[in-house]
């Protein structure tokens, strides 16, 4: 998927860090800040400790379950970063919540700068910062392994060295850098013993055969195994999950490289399904699978509609769970809104958004999903389409919109461990809803833009256009 929001904020804390400071200090700072390391590059701004614990945080006891629930992915800008009292309301709305909620926090990028600047030298000064508020809000944390300090790929070392372009940040150590990069992931997890999830790189990002025109599935799984090792020497109890494919599809009109995994929605890639099949066969073990995808095509088509293309989420759910049996699925993205040019997704009404998103949910759970996470695309400014919150630089901000309202019930409801039941829909307009059901709470949706009537678990319901509406049982 493309990608918005992954620039580092690693320079504001060292700029803060300066302010304040005498002139003799600060001639002092900056003679620490041309200090070469053995390595050839800048330390300044990093510690040789970066495996000491971080605050004091509350370690689960036992192992963890390897189903986290549903939950968001921090991106540049979240609720770490502020107005106080708007930030306060972020983490009270959700720790307030009956079930935790899961939140993913990459290691670089997305909110967190250059973790190992320099081989052994580390700067995990905004991480630190997400992981304090998921803490705070009594969210289940979750790391994503993505992405490799320069020096691991073939850039500069150094703590200003670091080249934040989408392409440089996408790109994958190199393999003589594999061990480097495992052992950076076992550093992560020492200083945020509280992690008890892992998800091992992002998208591929990197692991591109050009010769052959596919996925690198052999140096991915590689250094997916070398992390694997190295976690489970940390805590034989950390689980790890992989591969974080993108499960991309085809219209009807593309023939080269679709499967045979198809419906109205479109065909898969064969592309990913190949890297996807290697990875399983290969892999020295995991404890829950990841994907990611979109409902619509390639092409950005949503076929037949938008509603049914979220059928595909379910397609790509059973075609993964006959070949991995029993591991738990989780979906660490998921699209079904595609996006412009700039990767923003404000062409629909709030209400049509969460109508669909809660489509896209009931979809992965129908293919035997029991986690995932919601791309939030946070932004600075008022308006922010399909944000989970008001902007938290305003002193009014913080407030919680209506896709963490969806989120925080769907996971509420809907938590690892449910079992679930079919319910009688009837009525003239009986084909336009969408239900999901437990033994204790119906989730409706109105796929339409108008007014209908139906009758769901014996309930007469009148639905406002792309109404979202829950019932007790």
Known sequence: MARHGWFSRAGWWRLAALLGVGLAVLALVITLVHTDSGDGGSTAGTTPDGDKVHGTPAIPSGRPAPEAGWGFTHTQYSADDGEPDAVARVRAELAAQGRPVPQIQHIMGWGAGNPEPVKGHYDFAAMDSRMDFIRGSKGTPVVTLCCAPDWMKGGEP??????????????????????????????????????????????????????????????????????????KKVDEDILVGGPYLVMDSLGPRGSENASRVEGPWGRLDQRPLDAFEYWNQHKRGADFVVVDGS??????????????????????????????????????????????????????????????????????????????????????????????????QQADGGRPLPMLRLIERFGEEFGPGTSYEKVPVAGDDAAEVRVLADDKAVLVVNTQDRRISAEVDGHSLALKGYEVKWLKR
């Open 158 to 231: 150094g703590a200003d060295n670091t080249d934040w372009s989408q392409q440089a940040l996408e790109t994958a150590p190199e393999p003589e850098h594999y061990g480097d990069f495992a052992r950076l992931a076992a550093t992560v997890a020492k200083r945020y013993p509280d992690v008890r999830h892992f998800i091992v790189w992002n998208e591929f990002k990197g692991f591109w055969n050009d010769e052959e025109a596919r996925w690198d599935q052999e140096g991915y799984t590689e250094l997916y195994n070398l992390v694997y090792e190295e976690l």
């Open 295 to 392: 409902s619509y095509t390639k092409d950005d088509e949503l076929l037949p509609d938008e509603f049914t293309a979220t059928d595909k989420l379910t397609a790509v759910g059973d075609w993964v769970r006959e070949r991995t049996g029993d591991l738990p699925l989780w979906w660490a993205e998921y699209y079904v809104e595609p996006g412009d040019s700039q990767d923003n997704r404000d062409d629909w009404s709030e209400a049509h958004r969460v109508a669909v998103h809660a489509s896209g949910l009931m979809a992965m759970v129908r293919g035997g999903a029991t986690t995932g996470f919601y791309w939030n695309p946070q932004k600075r400014g008022a308006r922010c389409a399909g944000c989970l919150w008001t902007a938290t």
